[in-house]
């Protein structure tokens, strides 16, 4: 359902809409504009740096565990490798254990998950197991599939999909073969998986779930959603016959999604980002459907690259003012 008014943030945009109305006085706005981008206090800054720093710090120990292990791969034994890494996951997972449900603990339990992908990796490499790729990805995100669903926090939920797509691309490339004939089903099936994942993300993030209501990773899944389906419509416009009917069905998933895009923006979150993410994937297929019937079916070389940037630029032009009407309409901001 639509969010209320009075509970959306009060961006200067809106601010300035309420004083259009006659809500606002013109003081009133004056202070309300000044509440608004007034800069943060002392404590949200310490706030801020300390997340970002720990967050940072989590990502640099743990790439320095894998460059650790890639350097003095050939001077341990098999059984060191092992065994740091088994104390590495046992320590993070302890520290997440007794650190709770808050930041630390939460990326402590992202370090164990991240560290039980290097667990398996070495143990691969050091007993030559010959184990496909595809299978180590699986494996590491059905053994960490527990502390997935326990954690209650979004980013190792986006890992643990991140980790299901690459499986799903490598078992298309080592075992069905990789044929581009059937790529425009891999985008399908990435499309729909990403796509579920995003439904449902955005669902329990709008009946309250406190843990759900960071945009950043609902954002990441949509990209992941269109991506796959807009790569293979690209490839289904030009080389329709080699993408097969898998190509025409990720073309019209690419147009179903524009339209959970907007949908989602007019009716939840009033978002510009998911607008933008639309007109970006519009602009592609518009785009290379022109220069295909330019440079390749009325082979207009010259008039052809002379007349796809102005298309371009008219796009761009178009997208920018259904974009800037659609905030008006909705009171959204550029940080939407």
Known sequence: MPKDF????????????????????????????????ATPSRPEWRRFLSTTLMALGTLLVLAGVIYFFAY???????????GLIAVGIAGTAVGAWRLGEGLAGQLSLLASSVLVGALLAVYGQAYQT?????????GWALLILPWVALSRFAPLWLFLLVLVDTAAVLFWKQVLGGELDDSGWLAVGLGLLNGF???TYE??????VAWLQGRWVARSMAVMTVSPLLCASVACILVPFEM???????????????AADYALHRHLDGELFLLSLGALCIMTVVTTGAGRVLLLDANLEAFGLFLLPLIVVGQVALAVSWLRGEARATGATEES
């Not at 943030?9 to 504009?33: F, K, M, N, Q, Y």
């Not at 341990?76 to 092992?82: D, G, P, S």
């Not at 010959?130 to 699986?138: I, K, Q, T, V």
């Open 244 to 258: 097969g009917a898998g190509g025409a069905v990720a073309l019209l998933l690419t147009l179903g999604s524009l």
């Open 6 to 37: 009075l509970d959306l943030p009060a961006s200067p945009e809106r601010l300035r809409a309420l004083a259009d109305a006659g809500v606002l006085t013109p003081a009133a706005l004056e202070r309300a504009l000044h509440l608004s981008m």
């Open 197 to 199: 994942a995003w439904a």
């Open 203 to 208: 669902h329990f993030a709008n009946t309250g």
């Open 130 to 138: 010959g184990a496909d790729p595809y299978e180590l990805f699986a």
């Open 72 to 82: 003095n791969w050939a001077d341990m034994h098999r059984f060191a490798k092992l």
